[in-house]
């Protein structure tokens, strides 16, 4: 059963709630699809699973871009509800026909839901009985291939009877998704779905399902003595010839008016040569265009108003151009298409993770379908903009970060600020941790290091060294030890010294390593420490993904609290080497939900810094 739906603006306003449903949904599946989800450039997901004690939730949801609404169903997992996104999409359908921004309360729309409601599970009914029913007829027409088989007379006419029972079938099917492509609500509903609804809505729709196993209608095909398919084969190659014939009109030796030199505007005979030339002439600028955002944008809009008034005229690669930037009405998913492509290949040349570029693009198309474009706007222009929107939105931190402002709260509490700092080898975990200690110092806050890497020889030497330049106490036990069981007797001595901070160096591991993180995990669940802090490298691609994920899922899986800490925040080291590439930071900040707290850019103690989400964002685009 469906458990609710839900009606809000993109504000956070909720306009309409199902009331008749009104199921106290368990835990706060909108809240977290919102925070987790929407928020975080990941609408271009299919469905977001949310569970809660008791309680295993699905979430589907569809925009509507134009006016700025969100549509949430949520439903029970266990239940694979088919009708959701069909009922969705009516929904979105209906309600934006009485929205109004001006009004606040819609119980008039309760009835049309509940109808709605109706029709959609009427539809999703009608599709399972038809999928049965086909189920039979193929178990029946399969049958009757084996007696034929088995020897009765006549076996090469019934052959080709069973075969063109199976070609009427393909026929049929694919009518139906022709039928359900002209479904207003085609692009929300599966095409299962649609298949349903097209046989509900239509009287043809209908008698074509049953077409395909109809007996009058195989053996008109037989008599007809060929496959369903072929005469529209043979239609559509004759249309080929068609056109090349009017090909031979252009004769050159006829010495044409000059005018028709001018295929920009050629509307004769010769039309269909010219526009097809002309039209991938234009899409190929188009495309360019697309990509590259051009500086004369002024000079061509201009020209916008005069060349799309006649619309019936044919047009050259110019005015098509014009047309493809201001001549939509609503942005869909094929005009958003090759400015994502680029945008994406653009982040993927910054080192943003494929997949993460993807996702990205992905949900700024969710955003955009739909929306109108405001008039002599490119679209180049306005997916950038949205990607800029989403891009500053994923790199600002959602929670204040306040490292100083903490370290104060837990000194008036009695007890020091701990920091772990986790990472895989050699990202420079003890180097930065140096040059966090020296922050900190700058903040008349005192320090005390923890040497809790017990297994790489050599790794307490070097935080002593540290220790030893920057003038503040070590804690250490050698190696060999348990590293969990050293910050703990690290954190009592700090406790007992007065220290504000304690920073716990941990031994580099790569996150596919289990013993290895199992004993992160109890490190980090015996200390209960105020920041795990990722430390990653700044020059790592699709890499960052893996170990982002894993090392979160590991702490996860490995943990022996039912609550696990995870990652709070992230710690970019090597800035200064990865010129424009950095695309690390958005991977990491999009896998995680982390921020990135400090940013290392050198090998000296002063070389820290704070993440510059605008010149980040601006650099990415570049
Ligand atoms: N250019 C540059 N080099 C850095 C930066 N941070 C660390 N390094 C260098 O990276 C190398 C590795 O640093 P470490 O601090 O030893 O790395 P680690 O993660 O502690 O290493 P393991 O303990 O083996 O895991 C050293 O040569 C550092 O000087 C940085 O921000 N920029």
Redesign the pocket.
């Given at each position: 059963m469906l458990e609710q739906l839900l009606i809000f603006t993109r504000g956070g306003l909720i306009l309409w709630t199902c009331k008749e449903l009104g199921n106290a949904l368990k835990g706060s599946p909108i809240d977290t699809l919102i925070r987790s989800c929407l928020l975080e450039e990941r609408s271009g997901a299919a469905s977001y699973n949310y569970d809660a004690p008791g309680a295993a939730y699905t979430l589907k949801w569809t925009f509507h871009n134009e006016l700025g609404l969100v549509f949430v169903a949520v439903y029970q997992r266990i239940l694979h509800l088919l009708y959701v996104d069909d009922l969705l999409a009516m929904v979105k359908h209906e309600f934006s026909q009485i929205y109004d921004p001006k009004r606040m309360a819609y119980s008039d729309f309760d009835e049309t839901f509940r109808q709605l409601k109706k029709e959609a599970e009427a539809r999703a009914e009608d599709l399972k009985r038809s999928k049965q029913a086909v189920g039979k007829s193929l178990n029946n027409s399969k049958k009757q291939g084996q007696m034929q088989k088995a020897g009765f007379e006549g076996v090469t006419n019934k052959s080709s009877e069973s075969n063109s029972s199976n070609d009427s079938e393909d026929g049929d099917d694919r009518k139906g998704r022709k039928l359900d492509n002209g479904h207003s609500n085609g692009n929300y509903v599966h095409n299962e779905e649609s298949k349903g609804n097209g046989r509900a809505n239509g009287v043809e729709n209908g008698s074509s399902n049953a077409g395909a196993f109809d007996v009058n209608k195989l053996q008109k095909l037989r008599a007809k003595g060929g496959k369903k398919t072929e005469p529209a084969v043979s239609k559509g190659s004759k249309v080929e010839p068609k056109k090349k014939i009017t090909k031979k009109n252009r004769v050159w030796d006829d010495s044409p008016p000059q005018a028709k030199l001018d295929f920009t505007d050629s509307v004769g005979e010769n039309g269909d040569n010219i526009e097809v030339v002309a039209a991938d002439h234009g899409e190929s600028m188009m495309d360019k265009e697309e990509i590259f955002s051009s500086e004369s944008e002024g000079e061509e809009d201009e020209e916008v108003g005069k060349d799309s008034k006649p619309e019936t005229r044919k047009k050259g690669w110019f005015s098509s151009m014009f047309q493809s930037i201001a001549g939509k009405a609503n942005l869909e998913k094929s005009d958003l298409e090759p400015a994502l492509r680029a945008l994406k290949d653009r982040l993927m040349t910054k080192n943003v993770a494929e997949e993460i570029a993807e996702k990205l693009c992905e949900s700024v198309a969710a955003s955009l379908e739909g929306k109108k474009l405001a008039s002599f706007t490119r679209i180049s222009s306005t997916v950038q903009a949205a990607m800029e929107e989403a891009l500053v939105r994923i790199l600002t931190p959602r929670r204040s970060i306040d490292i100083l402002r903490d370290v104060h709260a837990a000194k008036e509490q009695g007890k020091p600020y701990v920091v772990v700092f986790v990472?895989v080898?050699?990202?420079?975990?003890?180097?930065?941790l140096a040059k966090v200690a020296y922050w900190l110092l700058q903040h008349q806050v005192s320090v005390m290091m923890a040497a809790c890497?017990t297994f790489?020889s050599g790794?307490v030497e070097?935080l002593r060294t540290h220790a030893r330049r920057l003038q503040i106490p070590i804690f250490e036990k050698g190696y060999e030890k348990d590293p969990a069981i050293v910050a703990k007797e690290a954190i009592q001595e700090a406790t007992h010294n007065g220290s504000d901070v304690v920073l716990v160096d941990t031994?580099?591991r790569m996150q596919d390593n289990e013993p290895l993180m199992r004993a992160l995990s109890k490190l980090i669940y015996l200390n209960n420490p105020d920041l795990v802090l990722f430390?990653g490298e700044a020059l790592v691609g699709n890499d960052a993904v893996d170990q982002l994920s894993k090392f979160n899922q590991k702490l996860a899986d490995l943990s022996p609290s039912p609550n696990p800490r995870l990652i709070d925040g992230i710690l970019l080291?090597?800035?200064?080497?990865i010129d424009d590439k950095v695309g690390a930071a958005l991977s990491m900040v999009y896998i995680s939900g982390a921020p990135v707290m400090f940013v290392?850019?050198?090998?000296s103690y002063t070389?820290l810094k704070k993440l510059n989400v605008k010149s980040i964002v601006k650099t990415l685009l570049k």
């Open positions: 990472g080898n050699g990202v420079g975990k003890s180097t930065n890497d790489r790794a070097q031994a580099g430390v080291t090597k800035f200064d080497t290392g850019c050198g090998q070389d």
